[in-house]
C-alpha cells in the first residue's frame, strides 16, 4: 500500500501569505488553527534562527487539530552556517566562544547543549503527537572538498530516536559516484535525503532536481523551490530566490512524482518553499486538489472576505 502524503509550506507566516492570502485583518494568533484548516502539515522555518520556548509550543499544538504534524527545521549553529551568537538562547551566549564579529565558535560543548534545549522544547511537539521530522539544512559551504559526511556522525547518533530529513544545499553531493556515498550513508543513520524541486542548473547551490532517494521507510521528504534559476542565483532575499509560481502542468508532475515517493515510505512530506506572495499555499492546495485529497481550491480570500 502507497503511504501517506502529507502537503505543506516552510512556514505559515511568510509576509507574502500575510499580505495576499490569509483572510484580511485576521489576527497573528489565529494564522495556525486557521492554516490547520487547509493543511495536515507544515515545516517551522522560525527555528532555524531561534529555540522557541515551551509556552510557543505550547500554543502550536494547541491551536492544530489531532494528527497534525510539524517538521521542526534545526537551528543554523548544527548545519555549518556562520551563526551570529545573538541568534543562540541568552543563557549559550553567556558561554559562547565569539569572535570579533559576533560568530560563534560552534564547539562540541556548545552543539551539544543547544540541542539538549532544542529537544526540550521538540519532546512538547513529541508528547501530542504532532512532532515529524527534524530537518537539517546545510549550508552550501558544507561540500564535499572540504568536508566529510562523518562530521555528521555525532549529531546523528544523539538524534536516532528522531525522524531526521538532511537537505543538501550543494550539489556535488548528489552527483556521480558521490551521490551513492551520500545515499548510503543517510541509510546508515536512518536519515531522509531531502529531494528537491529547483531549476535545472549546474550551479553549486542549486540541488539536482531528478534525483529521487528513499533513505528512510518511514518518511520521504521533497521541498520545492521553484525553477527559476536566475532568481535562485541572484536573489538577494528568501522571497525573491524562490520567486515562483507552478503552473497547472507542473502541479501534475510533482504530483505523479509525489505519489512515487509515497510507494516506498510510509509517509512522503511535500513542502512548498516558494515563498513568494502566496504562491507557495496556492500551489500546496493545487497539489493536494491533484492528489485527490481536496475537490476544490478555495477562491482567493480577497473572494471571500
Keep these: 500500500?502507497?503511504?501517506?502524503?502529507?502537503?505543506?509550506?516552510?512556514?505559515?507566516?511568510?509576509?507574502?501569505?500575510?499580505?495576499?492570502?490569509?483572510?484580511?485583518?485576521?489576527k497573528a494568533g489565529e494564522r495556525l488553527s486557521w492554516y490547520a484548516g487547509q493543511f495536515e502539515m507544515v515545516e517551522v522555518n522560525s527555528t532555524f534562527y531561534s529555540v522557541p520556548d515551551a509556552r510557543t509550543v505550547e500554543r502550536w499544538c494547541k491551536e492544530t487539530?489531532?494528527?497534525?504534524?510539524?517538521?521542526?527545521?534545526?537551528?543554523?549553529?548544527?548545519?555549518?552556517?556562520?551563526?551570529?551568537?545573538?541568534?543562540?538562547?541568552?543563557?549559550?551566549q553567556r558561554i559562547a566562544e565569539?569572535?570579533?564579529?559576533?560568530?560563534?565558535?560552534?564547539?562540541?560543548?556548545?552543539?551539544?547543549?543547544?540541542?539538549?534545549?532544542?529537544?526540550?522544547?521538540?519532546?512538547?511537539?513529541?508528547?501530542?503527537?504532532?512532532?515529524?521530522?527534524?530537518?537539517?539544512?546545510?549550508?552550501?559551504?558544507f561540500s564535499p572538498r572540504k568536508h566529510e559526511l562523518n562530521e555528521l556522525d555525532d549529531l546523528l547518533g544523539q538524534l536516532?530516536?528522531?525522524?531526521?530529513?538532511?537537505?543538501?544545499?550543494?550539489?556535488?553531493?548528489?552527483?556521480?559516484?558521490?551521490?551513492?556515498?551520500?545515499?548510503?550513508?543517510?541509510r546508515r543513520h536512518?536519515?531522509?535525503?531531502?529531494n528537491v524541486d529547483a531549476p535545472k542548473s549546474d550551479h553549486f547551490t542549486i540541488m539536482p532536481t531528478d534525483v529521487n532517494e528513499v533513505t528512510n521507510p518511514h518518511v520521504a521528504y521533497l521541498r520545492l523551490h521553484g525553477r527559476d534559476a536566475k532568481a535562485y542565483t541572484t536573489g538577494k532575499t528568501v522571497a525573491a530566490r524562490f520567486h515562483y509560481d507552478y503552473?497547472?502542468?507542473?502541479?501534475a508532475e510533482v504530483a505523479e512524482r509525489s505519489r512515487k515517493l509515497a510507494r516506498e515510505a510510509e509517509e512522503a512530506h511535500i513542502v512548498f518553499n516558494n515563498n513568494a506572495l502566496d504562491y507557495a499555499p496556492r500551489a500546496a492546495l493545487r497539489l493536494r486538489?491533484?492528489?485527490?485529497?481536496?475537490?476544490n481550491v478555495p477562491p482567493q480570500t480577497g473572494e471571500l472576505f
Design 1 to 26: 500500500m502507497p503511504g501517506k502524503i502529507l502537503v505543506g509550506t516552510a512556514s505559515w507566516s511568510d509576509p507574502g501569505f500575510v499580505a495576499h492570502w490569509y483572510p484580511k485583518k485576521m
Design 65 to 92: 487539530p489531532n494528527g497534525f504534524v510539524f517538521d521542526v527545521k534545526m537551528h543554523q549553529l548544527f548545519s555549518f552556517h556562520s551563526t551570529p551568537a545573538k541568534l543562540l538562547p541568552p543563557e549559550l
Design 98 to 141: 565569539i569572535d570579533s564579529k559576533g560568530k560563534v565558535n560552534a564547539t562540541p560543548k556548545l552543539r551539544d547543549k543547544l540541542l539538549k534545549i532544542f529537544l526540550a522544547t521538540m519532546s512538547i511537539l513529541q508528547r501530542d503527537h504532532k512532532l515529524g521530522a527534524l530537518l537539517l539544512q546545510l549550508s552550501p559551504a
Design 160 to 186: 536516532w530516536q528522531h525522524s531526521t530529513a538532511i537537505e543538501f544545499r550543494n550539489r556535488n553531493w548528489a552527483t556521480g559516484d558521490q551521490l551513492r556515498s551520500t545515499i548510503e550513508f543517510l
Design 190 to 194: 536512518n536519515a531522509a535525503f531531502v
Design 247 to 251: 503552473s497547472e502542468k507542473e502541479i
Design 289 to 295: 486538489k491533484a492528489l485527490g485529497q481536496i475537490t
